[in-house]
């Protein structure tokens, strides 16, 4: 099991770029999918990344179509954090924004490709806003 808290959001311009993370708490050496969702009010959930970690190891970032090129996602092992770079931000970009884990164990040492469906995702953060102004 493991918990997640993310933070780093807020207000920014179009055109600017916000870093968002996510602390893991517990161990997801054996194998996780980690993905980056994000919602507005009255929408659904909408994942915008996704990328699979096991022993330190990341591997198969995928991301949404509509955020290519703009978002990254990446992981700090040292201090167990997982973090959305998002840059040239856009007024559609404003929602709440969740991080979310799924444990999938690793048979071999295979690296999996990860869903980007948040039906998917059985652990989840408390979210945090971002709202850009233009």
């Known amino acids: 099991q493991v918990r997640l808290l993310e933070s780093g959001g807020g207000s920014v311009q179009t055109g600017g770029s916000l870093k968002l993370s996510c602390v893991v708490s517990g161990s997801t050496d054996g194998g996780y999918c980690m993905g980056w969702f994000r919602q507005v009010t009255g929408k659904k959930r909408e994942g915008v990344a996704s990328l699979y970690t096991y022993r330190g190891v990341i591997a198969n970032r995928d991301y949404a179509e509509s955020v290519k090129g703009r978002f990254t996602a990446t992981r700090d092992n040292r201090v167990n954090t997982l973090y959305l770079q998002i840059d040239r931000v856009d007024p559609e970009d404003t929602a709440m924004y969740y991080c979310?884990?799924?444990?999938?164990?690793?048979?071999?040492?295979?690296?999996?490709?990860?869903?980007?469906?948040?039906?998917?995702?059985?652990?989840w953060g408390q979210g945090t806003q971002v709202t850009v102004s233009s």
């Open positions: 979310a884990a799924e444990p999938r164990p690793s048979i071999d040492g295979e690296l999996y490709s990860c869903p980007r469906d948040n039906d998917q995702y059985r652990y």
